[in-house]
């Protein structure tokens, strides 16, 4: 039985990730449970958001019959421009996006490890790296708060949460925080520290299903969510 | 004479022949120049190189289509699994994919391209993408090079036979305008196509586009090409929004 009583592990992850974006700052989110992240903003944080596909300040969905075929957001999903909305062209959203003027990007892993080193864009299928890259990797290359998102374990019960990444990478060293349905650990310097754990989980509890290092800060305590 | 790069689809489009190397605008299916797709998928022309941001949107939509009838033989792009008709194409080996290269990477290589340089020099994926193996259909190695001590990969620049793009207006001079997100890079890829068509969803007079609202300017588009008008652009959008489930359905009768 899960720890989190019949929850969406993924509305867990979104909603706690939300609580750690910053009033007024540019925030890029990347595709699946990123993009809900948006859904879950604490009242009275306003935050721009930027899409890779060329704005900044696109606000939520719009109805059927307002959707504007030219007017999406970096997963072809209609979304409506708020005021003060900017459109740009690819190259200088890319540039944007590499040159640190997007202050933090939620985005999605298939592995993080203990150095902040974050996979997400290949896996082996068929003998061929698959997916593909798209605008990850300019984020983790130039946006200096990377949050990575995603479930504690795979379908198999293994730890995402590693020593020491294996597949490709996405970026090395650029995780600042990882937010799993289990827990919130900063990376640092010294490794990974543990700031909040599910409610009712235990340190132990956390230990048992993470592969990586990590000390609990002093701070630590329930998952503020 | 007057300048009146207007023409129809199947004279602008007779440029691209079997096994061209073609760009075209886009973002996972959107500013997509959609009656030239299907203008391709109609007269088959097969054995393409598609130089194109992703791989379309998934779903049996437009770019996305030309994977699945395997007219393409080789894509070069960003993400290959936008769509699963590309996903498909690729993870059964009929769609030949070297490398993935970073989106801000993929653009500066078309921009390179458009505008007579040599290539780009860019630190993403430095120590990553240069893994010895990571791509190994690659006929040499991807190149580093140090400047001021931060290392960069030497990225090429990307050109074209054909670029295919989509604007909103555009005149007899070619003057493009775009709209919102549908901007992208469609001005690069233009000026990086040796013949290059803009399809649109309105031909004006020239002079009706104010000179600052144009996007690409005429002199980088050899065909201008009527596509579907705004109207059906968006209800051609919303329909497959509410085939994806990405917008509620309308009650009956109504249409998107």
Redesign the interface.
């Given at each position: 039985m899960s720890h989190l009583h019949g929850q969406d592990p993924r509305v867990v992850i979104a909603r706690r990730c939300a609580r750690e974006l910053r009033a007024g700052e540019v925030v890029n989110l990347g595709i699946g449970i990123p993009t809900m992240t948006a859904n879950y903003l604490p009242p009275g944080v306003q935050v721009i958001f930027h899409s890779e596909n060329g704005c900044f300040g696109f606000g939520p969905k719009p109805g059927t019959l307002e959707a504007d075929s030219d007017v999406s957001n970096a997963s072809t999903e209609p979304v409506t421009l708020m005021p003060g909305a900017a459109i740009m062209d690819l190259t200088t959203s890319l540039g944007a996006m590499r040159n640190g003027y997007i202050a933090t990007s939620v985005l999605g892993g298939l592995e993080v490890d203990q150095e902040g080193n974050l996979a997400n864009w290949a896996s082996k299928r068929n003998g061929k790296w698959w997916p593909g890259i798209g605008g990850a990797m300019d984020l983790c290359y130039g946006v200096p708060r990377i949050i990575a998102a995603l479930q504690h374990t795979d379908k198999h019960g293994h730890s995402k949460v590693k020593k020491r990444t294996h597949l490709p990478l996405t970026g090395k060293g650029c995780v600042k925080v990882i937010v799993t349905d289990h827990a919130v650990f900063d990376v640092t310097p010294e490794g990974l520290v543990l700031r909040e754990a599910y409610p009712g989980l235990t340190v132990e509890n956390i230990r048992a299903v993470t592969e990586a290092d990590f000390t609990v800060s002093p701070n630590f305590g329930p998952m503020d969510i | 004479m007057n300048i009146d790069k207007v023409m129809s689809i199947d004279a602008a489009m007779a440029h691209v022949t079997p096994g061209a190397r073609v760009m075209m605008g886009e973002?996972?299916?959107?500013?997509e120049p959609a009656k030239c797709i299907e203008w391709l998928l109609a007269h088959r022309i097969d054995r393409l190189t598609l130089i194109a941001?992703?791989?379309g949107?998934r779903g049996d939509f437009l770019m996305g289509k030309l994977f699945a009838a395997g007219l393409i033989e080789e894509y070069i792009?960003?993400?290959?699994?936008?769509s699963n008709e590309a996903?498909d194409a690729?993870?059964?080996?009929k769609l030949k994919?070297r490398q993935?290269?970073?989106?801000?990477?993929w653009?500066?290589k078309v921009?390179a391209g458009g505008h007579g340089l040599g290539g780009a020099l860019v630190?993403?994926?430095v120590?990553?993408l240069d893994?010895e193996g990571?791509?190994p259909d690659l006929e040499e190695p991807k190149r580093t090079i140090e400047i001021r001590g931060k290392t960069y990969l030497v990225e090429e620049a990307l050109t074209a036979d054909v670029s295919i793009i989509r604007g909103?207006r555009a005149d007899p001079l070619g003057n493009v305008e775009f709209?919102?997100?549908?901007?992208?890079?469609q001005?690069?890829l233009a000026m990086a196509g040796k013949f290059t068509i803009a399809e649109v969803n309105e031909i004006v007079p020239v002079g009706a586009i104010p000179p600052e609202r144009v996007g690409c300017p005429g002199p980088f588009v050899n065909a201008v090409v009527q596509g579907y008008s705004?109207a059906d652009?968006?209800t051609?959008?919303?329909d497959h929004?509410?085939k994806l489930g990405?917008?509620?359905?309308?009650p009956e009768g109504?249409t998107?």
């Open positions: - | 973002f996972v299916g959107a500013g941001n992703t791989s949107l792009g960003t993400h290959g699994a936008t996903s690729y993870l059964s080996g994919v993935f290269f970073p989106m801000g990477t653009a500066e921009r630190p993403v994926g120590g990553i893994q990571l791509f909103y709209r919102y997100m549908a901007t992208q890079n001005k690069d705004l652009q968006h051609l959008y919303r929004w509410i990405r917008l509620p359905k309308l109504e998107p």
